[in-house]
Nanobody, 123 residues
Framework: QVQLVESGGGVVQPGRSLRVSCVGS????????VGWFRQAPGKEREFLAV????????YYADSVKGRFTISTDNAKNTVYLQMNSLKPEDTAIYSC????????????????WGQGTQVTVSS
């Protein structure tokens, strides 16, 4: 069993940066792909970024490419999402997921999800 816990959300002004974190426990993550997703009120879950734990495979959604960066810290079993140049439309609940197959994450499917952390971009 894998448990994922996100943190780091909050209220931030447009144009500023924020980093959210996702700590995994229960298993070592060297075999897992990890990804970040978000869901705004009344909208479907949106894929943002996914990477293999080794970092050899990496994908971003066009909507965040160049602004968001996914990274991992193996020693801390943690995956990060660095978000720069935030916009009001980035307001959503941000969730991480882990799966043995990266392709499933690209399809927004996973056996393991965190509970999410709220990010609000507002002046």
């Amino acid at each position: 069993q894998v448990q994922l816990v996100e943190s780091g959300g909050g209220v931030v002004q447009p144009g500023r940066s924020l980093r959210v974190s996702c700590v995994g426990s229960g298993r070592t993550f060297s075999a897992y792909a990890v990804g970040w997703f978000r869901q705004a009120p009344g909208k479907e879950r949106e894929f943002l970024a996914v990477m293999s734990w080794t970092g050899t495979t990496l994908y971003y959604a066009d909507s965040v490419k160049g602004r968001f960066t996914i990274s991992t810290d193996n020693a801390k079993n943690t995956v990060y999402l660095q978000m720069n140049s935030l916009k009001p439309e980035d307001t959503a609940i941000y969730s991480c997921a882990a799966d043995l197959r990266l392709r499933r994450l690209l399809l927004k499917e996973s056996d393991y999800w965190g509970q999410g952390t709220q990010v609000t971009v507002s002046s």
